[in-house]
C-alpha cells in the first residue's frame, strides 16, 4: 500500500547510541551536512543507497529510519 | 561506507515465490511500470519509500532488493 515517510528517526537512533551525526558520518560514509538534512526534514526523500548506509552503520533496517503512515 | 547499488535483485525475489511484477504491483501499490524501470536497471536510484513499499510485499528488508558493493 502506498506509503509516506511521516518523521526521520536518526536523532531518536543517535540518542539511543550516544552518538553524534558527525560519528555517524564517519561510520557511514553519508556527509554530516546531509545527515543533517534528513534529521530536520529538509529533505525527506532519501534514497535507498543512502539509507542502507546509515542503517548499515546503526545495524537497523532502512525501514527503521523513518516512522511510516499509509498514504 | 559509500555503497554502491551493483544489481536489482527483484527479478530473482519474484522468481522464488512464482509471482508477477503485476502481482507485485497489486501487493505493494507501486506501479507496474516504476517496477519494470527497476528490474530492466532502466532506473536505478530508488527512494527508500518505494523500497519499503516492495520489500513489506516481498517481506524482506529494503537492503535485499539490491546486491551492493563498496564503491
Chains 1, 2 share one sequence.
Do not use: H, N
Not at 10 to 34: D, F, N, P, Y
Not at 38 to 44: I, L
Request: with cysteine; glycine share 2%; proline share 3%.
Amino acid at each position: 500500500m502506498p506509503l509516506k515517510a511521516r518523521r526521520c528517526l536518526i536523532s531518536e537512533l543517535l540518542k539511543e547510541r550516544g552518538w553524534t551525526q558527525r560519528l555517524l558520518a564517519e561510520k557511514s560514509g553519508v556527509s554530516e551536512k546531509v545527515i543533517s538534512f534528513y534529521t530536520t526534514d529538509r529533505r525527506t526523500q532519501m534514497s535507498l543507497v543512502i539509507a542502507v548506509q546509515l542503517a548499515d552503520a546503526l545495524d537497523v533496517s532502512p525501514r527503521d529510519l523513518y516512522e511510516w503512515t499509509q498514504e
